[in-house]
């Protein structure tokens, strides 16, 4: 190989590398990048009020929006704008098991490559709700189905009254 044929293929080189950097870059400037639990703590009234009017006016004990335009007028989405939500789930249970949750699921992955699935969630009676939808009690919950044979892996903590953070995994 002559010297012209060593230069382009440095050349190459330089420009493959400089583009998966300015792709890397540009990803990072105009991504929403936001931490949940900043994002809650900063945000806990007005996220309140959002998950109190969407359980107020939740009629059915399960539903799910997954765009904007699922929500009525009434409901203003505008603090979310920051989260790259995938969708919403709310949960409102009536009886002797009664308990209020809305699930806000990201597009975002985890940083633990061992979960697929991350977000948080608000617990009207600030306990944490299981993969399953029992009642846990304490800050921080952890479950690993591996153990017993279940293709499931759960967890959440606790970012500050009635918030959650967790991440889930299941697979077939």
């Excluded at 009017?53 to 765009?67: D, G, I, P, T």
């Excluded at 979310?80 to 995938?86: G, S, Y």
């Excluded at 490559?113 to 299981?130: H, K, L, P, R, T």
Aim: aromatic share 16%.
């Amino acid at each position: 190989m002559n010297n012209f044929g060593l230069k382009k293929i440095v050349l190459l080189i330089i420009i493959i590398i400089s583009a998966v950097c300015l792709c890397f870059v540009f990803k990072k400037i105009f991504s929403k990048d936001v931490d949940v639990k900043q994002f809650v703590n900063a945000n806990e009234e007005t996220l309140n009020e959002f998950v109190e009017e969407l359980l107020r006016e939740q009629n059915e004990s399960f539903s799910v929006y997954q765009k904007k335009s699922d929500f009525t007028e009434d409901i203003d989405l505008h603090i979310l704008d920051n989260l790259n939500i995938d969708k919403i789930a709310v949960e409102k249970m009536f009886g002797e098991d009664a308990r209020n949750c809305v699930w806000f699921y990201l597009k975002d992955k985890p940083s633990d490559n061992n979960y697929y699935n991350c977000g948080f969630f608000y617990s009207e009676e600030n306990v944490i709700i299981d993969y399953y939808g029992n009642k846990q009690y304490g800050d921080k919950y952890e479950y690993d189905g591996m153990l017993t044979g279940k293709k499931c892996r759960y967890r959440a903590n606790k970012i500050c009254d009635n918030w959650f953070y967790f991440e889930e995994a299941v697979w077939n």
